[in-house]
């Protein structure tokens, strides 16, 4: 199983704890854990729960977040036992994707009447609007559990409430290419006394 986490910062806030600490506790259990670092799919930004575009990062803001969270993840997994996690970044396998390959192996598998009607999608068009560069989030973070699917034998996405779409898109795409069942699971954000 996996979980993706975006590096737009070089820390991570108190939320992280709870998808790290169900890992943790899938890791324990014997299952093989990934932590995906979202290289690629930060440099785009997941419109999830946002009035307006992310900033941009750059490549090397990127890295060095990506350099800095790697140090705090000891606390919740195990990168050193028999059943280690491990941390995979998406940009290794979106590096020189050809754009017209991608959209004919993974856009071709996506409605996107059936996307914009996604409460994230749906709520920034009628917050003023979403570019075809956000609209894409969708598509990689797919993609990303196809990859893993394929490559790692991941069966299962988990995720905060927040990601549902995000993890369904990725479920589906699955099987409409054809592979083996794959599953999504999604948590309570954590927030605070008022919700």
Not at 27 to 41: D, I, R, S
Not at 138 to 165: A, P, R, T, V
Request: charged fraction near 25%; glycine fraction near 10%; hydrophobic fraction near 35%.
């Amino acid at each position: 199983l996996y979980e993706g986490t975006d590096p737009t910062m070089d820390s991570l806030h108190i939320g992280h704890c709870v998808p790290f600490c169900i890992l943790r506790r899938f890791q324990k259990a014997g299952h093989k854990v990934y932590l995906l670092m979202g290289g690629a799919t930060a440099s785009v930004g997941d419109p999830s729960g946002k009035t307006e575009m992310r900033k941009l990062l750059s490549k090397q803001e990127l890295a060095n977040n990506i350099a800095q969270i790697k140090k705090s993840l000891s606390i919740f997994l195990d990168f050193e036992g028999e059943n280690k996690a491990e941390i995979v970044n998406n940009d290794d396998w979106f590096k020189g994707y050809d754009y017209v390959d991608f959209m004919r192996e993974v856009g071709v598998h996506f409605n996107v009447n059936k996307m914009i009607s996604n409460e994230i999608y749906a709520n920034r068009l009628k917050e003023g609007g979403l570019t075809f560069f956000e609209m894409g989030y969708m598509l990689l973070q797919s993609y990303d559990f196809l990859y893993l699917h394929d490559k790692y034998n991941c069966k299962l996405q988990i995720g905060g409430n927040d990601q549902w779409s995000n993890i369904i898109g990725g479920v589906e795409l699955i099987r409409k290419v054809g592979a083996e069942d794959s599953f999504g699971m999604t948590f309570k954000l954590l927030t605070n006394k008022d919700g």
